[in-house]
């Protein structure tokens, strides 16, 4: 439509100009006729006023139209922009506001409001001036206070501009805010903890010397990197140094694509950390010329006076933190004895191995192997010659790994080899012969004379099961196939399901045994190191089989687990300890706290907190009372959940315990997100703790940072005074083990608390 109005004018003017030619032709050819001539330029004249006019009309009206719409448009960006903004006239006669400053300001305009009193309200102001309003425009960033509606106190960075002036002289101004709250109250806690710090002369510098702590800022768009002093000593690198590729320079070279992939994150992804705090962990080349390995711990926010993203926090060395870690994590996957890995470390490897099959298209043989009547050498020859030959065992076992090769100690006398399958089927056997003979080789000193052999069983692997855990079965099926074979080597086949009969036929005997009331408890006490009372029962199940043999747990809660009959074992452990640890305090002995333990199956049950709950109502058992064990691994398989879950069970007032701290993930960590009650230290520790100063700082730092949250602690497997006065020295608070009993049955656990509690009587009479 526009378009064919501008061809019209152009039209008009094109034939005027034509008409005004042929005129001025015309005239001087009639010259001779002036009457005609006068009265064709009036004509003429009368008209270019004419239309002079209505172009003149034409265009003010254009302009007129597109200030309007300059005008609704600027009305429409203001109303949308996402930050508080308003819209407002130097004159005071109109204001706009848009929803953000509305929601902010609990205020909604109305054409009875006084405009000059809400625009001076938002600026401190009692009454806007002409100066006012200049000194607004010229000054940028302007920080004044307000009060929402809510009646919360904030604080805005204001930037005024002039947009436009209409044809009364009137000028429109937009004024944007950016709420700046969080990041003064920031400051200002920032402020008042320095000013804390430093209330007596030196003892900031001293608290940031002693802590190492550094401090280090990133830009978004910026190589240029913020160092804190501090920060600059810790890595002898200078402030103008200090660049992303200065600082990649002093990176580990096995952590340069940790440091890149964050550098590339930082680049092009840092708005997803907004508010969010994060942590790197990666070593670089100290001040002394050493790796060490330092924690970034950050959060990302904006820039005010730039408007970019920074990145910032703290840089701490942890090399001492990690090196605990690595001691734990030795603990928890190196066999103690031998020395290789144990069966922690083997099930982690074994998956990822089991993984890269499927990926990588390799084949792996699983061997596992047991020295033949080794428990005769321990009777007869003692504990001593036994280990050595397990360490002398160990060492030819481990002679076998080629490339891609691992090998660890299970329990016991038995052992897991697994090899690279080069396409030999052959390989397993050989290898285990060439153990044999090293093995036959060993019998010289305590041994000699004595004929050593060792049977093997072995299974491929993915051909052989569905999982690594699946090939580990059908490879020990193997090896007990031919177990009054001694130095047999068997190679596990389809048809092996005897064990795996017996197996079904153990489960049916299970669901008949849960059915008539088999299963049993009996328990354990956990005794205070500091006064030895009684504080609390650890409950343990056993099924009492038909064929008079009272089975432990290791022989059927695997099976229990794999076909689902979990569900009534816990079902029954849990009634059965709530019921009667009621009992007992009905019959006025000491309450103490009840312990049970929950497999994997049970905890992630979708109605695992209700169930429990319910047990305590129908028992009338007050939730203080009962304790719920958790391992690690268990704990951490699904950190949302289990965090969920347990917090649902600590608001009902039910005690949480770690058990076997220290053998799974192995990082104190936890502690902070986690909401234990209890720490129980595993038997590992205690039987390290009298040869090993590690263990036993270990044990101290985890005593005093739990005591430090209000976590107790507890250590299982203390068999001797010796071990039980060196764990209450290190802060531990109570122990579990052969020291104060075997697990006991409900009679015996019965007359054991009276005992104590006549003790303690005794005791507290004579002081």
Not at 385 to 413: E, H, T
Not at 590 to 601: A, D, H, L, Q, R
Request: proline share 3%; aromatic share 8%.
């Amino acid at each position: 439509m526009k378009l064919g109005k501008k061809q019209l004018i152009y039209s008009v003017v094109v034939a005027f100009a034509f008409f005004t030619v042929y005129l001025i032709i015309y005239a001087f050819y009639h010259r001779d006729k002036d009457e005609l001539v006068y009265l064709i330029f009036n004509t003429y004249a009368l008209i270019a006023v004419l239309l002079s006019f209505l172009i003149v009309l034409y265009r003010e009206r254009k302009q007129r139209r597109k200030k309007e719409t300059d005008h609704k448009r600027l009305i429409y960006m203001a109303e949308n922009l996402s930050a508080p903004a308003m819209l407002w006239s130097n004159n005071f006669s109109e204001i706009i506001l848009n929803e953000a400053l509305s929601e902010l300001s609990g205020i909604t305009v109305r054409p009875d409001f006084d405009a000059k009193y809400i625009v001076s309200r938002f600026f401190g102001k009692k009454d806007m001036t002409d100066d006012d309003i200049r000194s607004l425009v010229l000054a940028k960033h302007q920080e004044f206070p307000m009060t929402t509606a809510s009646g919360e106190n904030r604080t805005l960075i204001w930037n005024t501009c002039a947009v436009e002036t209409d044809e009364d002289g009137v000028t429109w101004l937009l004024s944007i805010g950016m709420d700046v709250t969080d990041i003064r109250t920031m400051q200002s806690e920032i402020e008042a903890y320095s000013k804390a710090l430093s209330v007596s002369r030196g003892q900031h510098n001293l608290t940031m010397e002693l802590l190492e702590v550094g401090i280090l800022m990133i830009e978004q768009g910026n190589t240029q990197m913020f160092p804190s002093e501090k920060l600059q000593s810790m890595l002898g690198i200078t402030e103008q140094d200090f660049t992303v590729q200065g600082l990649r320079e002093h990176v580990y070279p096995l952590d340069a694509v940790v440091y890149d992939r964050y550098v590339e994150t930082m680049r092009t992804h840092m708005a997803e950390f907004i508010n969010k705090t994060d942590s790197l962990e990666l070593r670089l080349c100290a001040a002394d010329g050493e790796y060490r390995w330092y924690s970034y711990r950050f959060k990302v926010t904006e820039n005010p006076a730039t408007g970019r993203l920074v990145a910032g926090g703290s840089v701490i060395d942890v090399t001492q933190e990690k090196a605990k870690d690595a001691r734990i994590e030795q603990i928890a996957y190196e066999d103690a004895v031998t020395g290789i890995p144990n069966r922690n470390r083997l099930m982690l490897v074994g998956h990822d191995l089991y993984a890269a099959t499927s990926e990588l298209h390799t084949k792996y043989w699983v061997i596992v192997m047991d020295i033949d009547r080794f428990h005769l050498i321990n009777d007869t020859c003692g504990y001593a010659v036994g280990n050595d030959l397990l360490k002398d065992f160990a060492g030819a076992v481990v002679k076998q790994l080629s490339f891609g090769g691992f090998a660890a100690r299970i329990s016991g006398d038995n052992f897991a080899l697994i090899l690279r399958d080069t396409g030999d089927d052959t390989l397993p056997e050989k290898a285990v012969k060439r153990v044999q003979r090293k093995l036959n080789q060993m019998a010289v000193g305590a041994l000699a004379g004595r004929a050593l052999t060792c049977s093997a069983g072995f299974a491929r692997m993915p051909a052989d099961g569905e999982s690594f855990e699946n090939v580990m079965e059908h490879a020990e099926f193997a090896l007990s196939s031919a177990s009054n074979i001694h130095g047999s080597i068997s190679r596990y086949t389809s048809q092996m399901h005897d064990t795996i009969i017996e197996e079904s036929n153990l489960e049916a005997q299970l669901t008949e045994g849960i059915m008539r009331n088999e299963l049993t408890l009996f328990y354990q006490p956990k005794v205070s190191l500091e006064t030895g009372e009684v504080m609390g029962l650890e409950a343990l199940i056993r099924w009492q089989h038909p064929s008079g043999r009272l089975l432990p747990p290791g022989v059927f809660i695997p099976i229990a687990e794999r076909s689902q009959l979990i569900t009534h074992v816990t079902r029954f452990v849990l009634n059965e300890a709530c019921r009667q640890a009621k009992l007992w305090q009905t019959m006025k002995l000491k309450p103490v706290v009840m312990s049970i333990n929950f497999t994997s199956t049970d905890f992630y049950t979708e109605n695992i907190c209700g169930l429990i709950i319910s047990a305590l109502k129908r028992n009338e058992l007050d939730p203080r009372w009962l304790e719920i064990e958790l391992t690690e691994s268990l704990a951490l398989k699904d950190i949302d959940t289990t965090i969920a879950r347990m917090q649902e069970l600590r608001d009902a007032g039910i005690q949480l315990a770690m058990d076997d701290f220290g053998t799974g993930y192995s990082s104190l960590s936890y502690i902070q997100r986690l909401p234990f009650t209890m720490l129980k230290l595993d038997r590992a520790f205690v039987m390290h703790m009298d040869e090993d100063p590690v263990v036993q700082e270990i044990v101290r730092s985890v005593a005093r940072i739990a005591k430090a949250k209000q976590i107790r602690t507890i250590a299982e497997g203390v068999e001797t005074p010796e071990q039980a006065e060196q764990l209450r020295a290190a802060g531990c608070n109570y122990a579990q083990g052969y020291l104060y009993g075997q697990p006991m049955t409900a009679k015996e656990t019965e007359q054991y608390i009276r005992k104590n509690m006549e003790e303690m009587k005794k005791r507290s009479a004579e002081t």
